[in-house]
């Protein structure tokens, strides 16, 4: 398991538990529910590279503890 | 702190979460923040996450179970690791073992090959320290006793000798293997591209090299030999022949490489080689079979005799010997004796003689003088010879066919001087055959037109002594003169030896002569005849009106008064004087009176004359006619003359091309003007001239 902190920078942050084989589609699904959004509607990037939903976390080495930026398309 | 307003939701959460995603449950790994609290309380897992939602792991897992997600992962089930497990972490840690395991691999891979130089090293240094063994030079030998050592010696010179000896019998053989003797049999069969005739007589002393040949391509055909020099004129030539054009149409078809085909000068050169001639070595290095000696030489011969032109036209060819005319620079005129007539009819009666059996013989003796023969009568082509004067056309040929016969003997006998000594190694028989193969007959357009002229040619008069005439001029005032006309005019009653001329004259009322042209008008006696002559070949203006002629008469006439009456003036004064001195009127007087007188007198006279000359002249009408006459003394007409004036004026000529074109004109007006007073033939008989004068496009002939 491991925890992975999604950060809005409009106040909202939030450490979602989650597995590194989980892909981020679940994670958004995930994240969807716990801040209470469509999970269609969050984009998650670091940077500039938008992850996309059939790639799991551990690809794009997000561990425990990695932060997030997120979105919302 | 940091996470302040860090959302976050319990792992139990997530997995109920996860649960009705779909997901499977997390894994915890004895649950990771809170290891130490892991057993003792889930409660205490919900104080530790910030929000407290967070259940404990077991809960999680149940309700991930329910959920359909596999249960979260703790360190009880990491303990035992199942193979199959395909997790990510279970991966992760196969990865890692794997990674450290190649490590591993690699360090005792390192190791070994250390291991392994530093025993090379070992064993290389143990190898450079080892002692040398055997003996040294400075070490005693073996055989200490000198007798021995010199027995050795002899025995080792005996090898080295030996040896030596094998060696250089060895080399020698192995030369001897690679330098076979080549000899003229090796040259058997070779190809020499050459013409036996090319090589000429310079055959001992050529050098023939390989010839270059295709590497892929030339599988039929084996080493040819040729000359560098050979090939090189050779190709020179064909070079030069190509530039040389050739004129593309051969009206007569007598080109003697046009082989009949048609339109060959397209006709490209597919295989150069095939043309090319060669002859094949045999053993003994000479020419081989193929082309027998003899009869190739026989062939070339052959060849040569046929390339000799006969040409029937013999006129042509260059030598004195050959022309039937004779050169003017050598002609002399013989004083005419007085009794020319007998002399000429003995020496006619003698040529007779002489010319008609050899006529014949010559008729008798081959092909080609037969051929000649009707040539030459064919043609009668005058020729002028003083001294004999031929009155038969055949007294003329058959003297025409001895001279050119000669000439036709001296020009062969001086080309195949060579040809027959190669002939001299040939059968006669051979040389019979290749004489008797027709040789070319060349008709050109001359002949041709000749012929059509002069086809009744037998009925016909000879314009030779008509020539003969012009060319010796005869004074107008001496009747006596006898010359070759003259004589020939006072002897038609000889019936033989009736000058041509004498035909002519007898001819002459015909308007259209048999040859179409106009009759030529003889010069008689007195400038009138001269005079005729002229005019008919238009040297003299023609066009006299009478009344100019009038005017001239009367001209003449005043002149003739004006010359009486001065000399009438003349023998009056000097009447005059000479009464006046007799009367002795004189001796009175002083000199000066005496001159005063005469001035009186001279006065007087004066002006009686001038009185009598003003009578005179009260009819004088004078021709005014205004000539002008260039640096050449031409007349000029009146724009020749305006334009000359106005040169004159303005000091300064035409142009170098006009003034060039001028002096031609000149020189042409007075080509023409010679041609026409001198040349005997006298152009007044080209058909050019009477159809100009005669004002129709051509000439009609008979």
Sequence with gaps: ?73 | MANDNVEEISIEETNALRAKLGLKPLRVTAPPPPPPTESTAKSAAKTDSGDGESISIEETNRLRIAMGLKPLKTETTSSKVDEDDNSFDAQERRAAENWKKHQEDEERKKRRLEIKEKLRKGQERAERERKLEGKGLADESDDDDAKAWIKGAKKRQKKALAQIEKDLREREEEEARLRKDYTSKDLAGLKVGHDLGELGETIDGTVLTLKDSEILGGDDEGDELENAGLVERSKLKERLDLKKRKPDYNPYGDDEDADGEILSKYDDEIDPNKKRKFFVLDDSGSMAAPPPKSIQRQQAISEKLKKIPISLDIMKPAGEEQSDYIDPSTIKVKKPKKKKARTQRRVAEEDDDIFLPEDVAINGSSNAGGAMDIDSTAETKPKKVFEQSFVDDEDLSAALTIQRRAALKKQKALKPEELAKKLREEAADDMKVDEEEAPGLVIDETTEFVGSLQLPVHTERRPQAAAVKTEVKPEPDSPGADSEGDVAMGSTDFGRSVSPQAEVKKEAPAEITSTGLEEEVTIGVGVGSMLSMLRQRNLVDTAMDPESHQKMQEKEAFLAKQRVAKAEADTKARAARERDRKSGKFDKMSAREKEEYARYENKMRDTQEARESAARFKDYKPDVKIEHKDEYGRTMNQKEAFKYLSHQFHGKGSGKQKTEKKLKKIEDDKKRMAASSLNPEGLVGTIADTAKKSRTAGVRLM
């Design chain 1, 1 to 73: 398991m491991i925890e992975v902190t999604c950060n809005d920078r409009l106040g909202k942050k939030v450490k979602v538990k989650c597995e590194p084989d989980d892909t981020i589609g679940d994670f958004k699904k995930l994240l969807a529910a716990q801040i209470g959004t469509s999970p269609e509607k969050i984009v998650l990037k670091k940077w500039y590279t938008t992850f996309k939903d059939h790639i799991t976390l551990g690809d794009y080495e997000i561990g425990n503890g990695s932060s997030v930026e997120l979105y919302y398309s």
